[in-house]
T-cell receptor, first 115, second 112 residues
Framework: ETGVTQTPRHLVMGMTNKKSLKCEQHLGHNAMYWYKQSAKKPLELMFVYNFKEQTENNSVPSRFSPECPNSSHLFLHLHTLQPEDSALYLC??????????????FGSGTRLTVV | QKEVEQDPGPLSVPEGAIVSLNCTYSNSAFQYFMWYRQYSRKGPELLMYTYSSGNKEDGRFTAQVDKSSKYISLFIRDSQPSDSATYLCAMSIIQGAQKLVFGQGTRLTINP
């Protein structure tokens, strides 16, 4: 198991539902990220948090709402999603936002299906 | 035109073969180049990281960057069934998550 844990692993939700994805890291990292991975598309960065502060919102629709209460936890709150939002949502962390040489540690993702 | 192009495959080769995975890019300002490996039902993990041009070797893996051709490669020697995964290239102009651009990923299968 990696140092980044995501729950739930799978989620099916209706378009009118509200749900949250959770990410937790025990690596002592200061930066955390949400990525969206859709079939046949590159990884898309959604949000970046550095020391609990949001540093990047990559033009993500407001139906996705991130929350970072501390450097170890990251949430993605979902509401009134569309079927095209179905994808694998990956959380990642790194020592800081520029830590390319050590890479990002990804969680195993939440497979989201919107019906 | 996409900033980073990567053939999604799938690519299937016999065990022991040399595998070549490639990405092309359009932005000549990219300086940082990475390869990630993603097993089924798992998140990506960093495999190789290179800065600027040249080759970097790590065991059976070699990463190659040709900035003049805007082309990067990952070679896997003596491929094993455990190498079966999706391989993603990623690159950036500067250090910073918000500028990291991923390729689509190539699905690779090594047949015993």
């Amino acid at each position: 198991e990696t140092g980044v844990t995501q729950t739930p692993r799978h989620l099916v939700m209706g378009m009118t539902n509200k749900k949250s994805l959770k990410c937790e890291q025990h690596l002592g990292h200061n930066a955390m990220y949400w990525y969206k991975q859709s079939a046949k598309k590159p990884l898309e960065l959604m949000f970046v948090y550095n020391f609990k502060e949001q540093t990047e919102n990559n033009s993500v629709p407001s139906r996705f709402s991130p929350e970072c209460p501390n450097s170890s936890h990251l949430f993605l709150h979902l509401h009134t999603l569309q079927p095209e939002d179905s994808a694998l949502y990956l959380c990642a962390s790194s020592q800081d936002i520029g830590a390319f040489n050590y890479g990002y540690t990804f969680g195993s993702g939440t497979r989201l299906t919107v019906v | 035109q996409k900033e980073v192009e990567q053939d999604p495959g799938p690519l299937s080769v016999p065990e022991g073969a040399i595998v070549s995975l490639n990405c092309t890019y359009s932005n000549s300002a990219f300086q940082y180049f990475m390869w990630y490996r993603q097993y089924s039902r798992k998140g990506p993990e960093l495999l190789m990281y290179t800065y600027s041009s040249g080759n970097k070797e790590d065991g059976r893996f070699t990463a190659q960057v040709d900035k003049s051709s805007k082309y990067i490669s990952l070679f896997i020697r003596d491929s094993q069934p455990s190498d079966s995964a999706t391989y993603l290239c990623a690159m950036s102009i500067i250090q910073g998550a918000q500028k990291l651009v991923f390729g689509q990923g190539t699905r690779l299968t090594i047949n015993p």
